[in-house]
């Protein structure tokens, strides 16, 4: 029901959030706390041997995962200066472009005939990499604009609520074999759950400002996750990537954890609400983008891709893990 609806979820959440009484604003460390829960829970779904499948194809992982983070910051840098955003909504679009991508691609990724594989290996290098990338990719575009203390502490916010949630999720899976069943049926409504919450809070704390949203903001963000697409997929045609790769890619850079970003934009510019808002919008616009794509892929034409011995033998992994 939650991930079949995470659309109509998001809405009914997000009009919730609208509703809610300013005197009850959530606390930025309760958002902090709930992302902190997603990632744990998709931590536990990784597979026990994700890792070696990143080390084992490292060269299309690690350029799958340097493009996300040279295009994304780059369009969100440019189209925000092209539009003329002010400062803060140009900070927020260029967390947008900064962080990893979303967990939504991997799933969108499956419904649109692509390498389900590929796109985790993607989600998990763009997430371990994050502290690294996402303060300097904030500081090259907006360093001048910006108090350089928060972009600092970013890499700090980024390894305590993003990466090692999921090393413990994925280690403490792999030690109790009992807890990856559990994780199996339970992570997945929870990371969603969670993220959904993320959402509908920054909503609840920036109220006044989500009426305030520009038409150059939603051209920006549009502009940055049609952009995403046609440079990912138009960069795995240039890998020499197959077309299922190529679809995984594809979603993967379009779609960007908006959720982390929002949350990020909280905890560090709490006195700048208006941060936080682009990261909200293009969550919700890259599901509603993203599930079209996957939908429009899954139905128009088959995955012609011939299966490899990595698929074949994830297949049957996977064959028996459900039995």
């Known amino acids: 029901m939650i991930k079949k609806y995470l659309l109509a979820w998001l809405a009914l959440l997000a009009l919730l959030a609208l509703l809610w009484p300013a005197e009850m604003r959530p606390h930025p460390r309760l958002i902090q706390g709930l992302v902190v829960v997603a990632m744990l829970a998709i931590g536990s779904l990784l597979p026990r041997d994700e890792l070696q499948q990143v080390l084992k194809r490292w060269p299309t992982v690690l350029g799958g995962t340097l493009a996300q983070y040279l295009t994304m910051p780059l369009l969100a840098n440019l189209f925000g200066r092209l539009f003329n955003l002010g400062p803060d909504m140009l900070l927020g679009v260029v967390l947008v472009g900064c962080v990893p991508g979303a967990m939504a691609s991997n799933v969108l ?84 759950i969670a993220i959904l919450l993320v959402i509908a809070m920054v909503i609840a704390r920036n109220q006044g400002s989500i009426f305030g949203i520009t038409p150059a903001l939603v051209a920006t963000l549009a502009a940055i996750n049609f952009l995403g697409y046609l440079l990912g997929y138009a960069i795995g045609k240039r890998m020499g990537l197959d077309e299922a790769m190529r679809r995984a890619l594809t979603l993967e850079i379009g779609m960007q954890n908006s959720g982390v970003g929002a949350a990020l934009a909280l905890l560090l510019f709490e006195n700048r609400p208006d941060v936080a808002i682009p990261p909200v919008f293009y969550m919700i616009g890259c599901m509603v983008t993203g599930t079209i794509l996957a939908r429009w892929w899954g139905q128009s034409s088959p995955n012609t891709a011939e299966p490899t011995e990595e698929d074949e033998t994830e297949t049957l992994r996977e064959t028996d893990r459900q039995a």
């Open 109 to 192: 990724t499956m419904l649109a005939r692509g390498n389900v594989s590929y796109s985790i290996s993607l989600t998990t290098c763009s997430t371990l990499l994050s502290p690294l990338f996402v303060p300097l990719a904030i500081y090259l575009s907006v360093g001048e604009q910006s108090n350089v203390g928060p972009i600092l502490d970013s890499f700090w916010q980024l390894l305590g609520m993003v990466v090692a949630p999921v090393v413990i999720g994925h280690l403490a899976s792999r030690q109790w074999p009992r807890l990856a069943l559990t994780a199996e049926r339970l992570a997945p409504p929870i990371a969603n």
